[in-house]
Every structure is written in C-alpha cells, then in structure tokens.
C-alpha cells in the first residue's frame, strides 16, 4: 500500500513570505495530521482533520498558519507571512477511522526561513 | 503544567547489549502510550502501544512497560544491533480522536 506522500520536500523563502505544503494520505485514512517539528524536539500538533472536519487546532498559530481538507482526502497546510521561527520540518501523518490507532507518517517538508 | 521527559542526552550501547530507554510525564493521564522510530530526514515510524490497563508489552525483540502510578513508560530492546540506532519517541494520548503528544525523543546509538 501507498504510504503518505508530501510535496515539496525542502523548501527555502525568505521571512515574509508565503509558502505551502501539500500531504496525500493513505487511501481509505479518516483522519489526518499536520506536525511541526523543530530540530532537536519531537512533533508538535498543529491541526488534526477528521474527514473534512477539523478536531483539534489549539496549537495552529492562526494569525498566520492555515490548513484545509476540502474533499476529506488531501491537504494544504500554508504559512503567511513566514517568520524565522517557522524553520521547522512539517510532518504530514494519517490513520485509520478507529482511535488508538498507529499513525502513518509522511517524510516531510523541510522548511528554511532566512 | 504537562510535560513529557525523554533522556535528553544520547544513549551508546554495545552491539548485542540491551537499550533501555525511559519516557517519564507529568499532569497527564493517558489512556494508551506508543513509542515511534524516528531515522534522520524521515517521518516517524511506529513500534508498539501499550493502553493504561496493561503493564507491559513485547513484539519481537521489543519490549514495553507502562506504570500508571509512576507515570512512566519504559522501552527495551534486547540483543541490540547497529541497526537499531534511530531517535525513539514516545507518544501519549492526549485528546479524542487519537490525538498524541510526543515527547523530545532519545537518541540511541548501537556501536560493534
């Protein structure tokens, strides 16, 4: 089976810029999640969809970080403007309906503010 | 306030010895903790999990412990090998819909 796929897989702006990640889950995958990981640290939550509803954005910095999933399948996660502290990896991951489930993770979006 | 404690520091052990990494937290009460496999430039990968009413877990030459009244997880793997080496994080269940947290992750590494 397919794993999660993410585009692009670096990317570098300048601050003040804007930028976009995209994620494909696994087929089949109700739920999905975007991460923010930052060197040394584990993956911070940032918006978790559950099909085309959002479950939990309490740690998305909505003055400038937006996410969708129109059609319950694929997603974008934008950052507008950019600041420096954004340089992070962004981890795109799915699961299956049923909770307690494992969750597949995609390779990322290597992401640098200058 | 919440917090969840891997052993910040590497961990080197020799080949064939057994790695036992620790995941500590506080203020929080996790119905189920899952540990991850993280290698460098890629996505995490999972390994096992273990729900609050179970004290431990295995799957091959892995093993998991899980002490509700310590609030502690532990994470062991016997007869290690260089392959082995790879950041490992734990996750805890901190909401509905399978939301996780994780942890800073530890870093091991298995030397001949």
């Known amino acids: 089976e397919a794993g999660v796929a993410q585009s692009p897989r670096y990317k570098i702006i300048e601050k003040r810029q804007s930028v976009a990640f995209w994620c494909n889950p696994i087929s089949g995958h109700a739920t999905l999640y975007w991460y923010q990981q930052i060197l040394g640290q584990g993956p911070k939550l940032l918006i978790q969809?559950?099909?085309?509803?959002?479950?939990?954005d309490s740690q998305l910095p909505k003055d400038r970080f937006s996410a969708e999933r129109l059609k319950g399948v694929d997603s974008t996660l934008k950052i507008q403007p950019a600041k420096l502290e954004d340089s992070a990896v962004y981890l795109c991951?799915?699961?299956?309906?049923?909770?307690?489930?494992?969750?597949?993770f995609g390779p990322g979006t290597r992401l640098t503010v200058l | 306030s919440q917090k969840i404690e891997q052993n910040s520091e590497a961990l080197n052990i020799q080949e064939g010895k057994t790695a036992t990494l620790t995941c500590n937290y506080t203020?929080?009460?996790?119905?189920?903790l899952q540990w991850y496999r993280q290698d460098p430039g890629r996505g995490p990968v999972f390994l096992l999990l273990i729900r609050e009413n179970e004290k431990e877990k295995r799957k091959e030459r892995l093993k998991v412990t899980f002490d509700t009244t310590l609030k502690q997880s532990l994470f062991h793997i016997t007869a290690s090998q260089p392959a082995d080496s790879a950041t490992y994080l734990c996750?805890?269940?901190?909401?509905?819909?399978?939301?996780?947290?994780f942890g800073t992750g530890t870093q091991l590494k298995v030397e001949l």
């Open positions: 996750a805890l269940e901190t909401g509905g819909g399978n939301k996780l947290t």
């Open positions: 203020n929080y009460s996790p119905a189920y």
């Open positions: 969809f559950q099909n085309n509803g959002v479950v939990d």
């Open positions: 991951a799915s699961s299956a309906e049923d909770s307690h489930n494992e969750q597949f």
